[in-house]
Nanobody, 124 residues
């Protein structure tokens, strides 16, 4: 299967920046979708940023102009650069990758994998 490992969360003051990373391991053939979600206590999970295909990006209105999603194909890694952070950005952030991988020999299978989640706290 394909496993994801996230890093980069932490405590930051309002107005500060953080970069989250999500590294995928496994015999990946293609990644079709990369997404960053967040979920705060008592709230629904929200798709914050996504990247489809080569360079089609989409952002939640609440983060447009402040967050940037990007990828490093050689490393099978997706990043979320977060700037001008606000207290309301405090949440657990999780990455999600969807694509195909070599399940055995030349055979391909679909994967839909999630990272373990990383806490981002914006507070003075």
């Amino acid at each position: 299967q394909v496993q994801l490992v996230e890093s980069g969360g932490g405590l930051v003051q309002p107005g500060g920046s953080l970069r989250l990373s999500c590294a995928a391991s496994g015999r990946i053939f293609r990644i079709n979708f990369m997404g960053w979600y967040r979920q705060a206590p008592g709230k629904q999970r929200e798709l914050v940023a996504s990247l489809r295909g080569i360079d089609t990006t989409d952002y939640a209105d609440s983060v447009k102009g402040r967050f940037t999603i990007s990828r490093d194909n050689a490393k099978n890694t997706v990043y979320l650069q977060m700037s001008s952070l606000k207290p309301e950005d405090t949440s657990v952030y999780s990455c999600n990758l969807v694509g195909t991988y070599y399940s055995g020999g030349i055979y391909l299978d679909d994967f839909d994998s999630w990272g373990q989640g990383t806490q981002v706290t914006v507070s003075s």
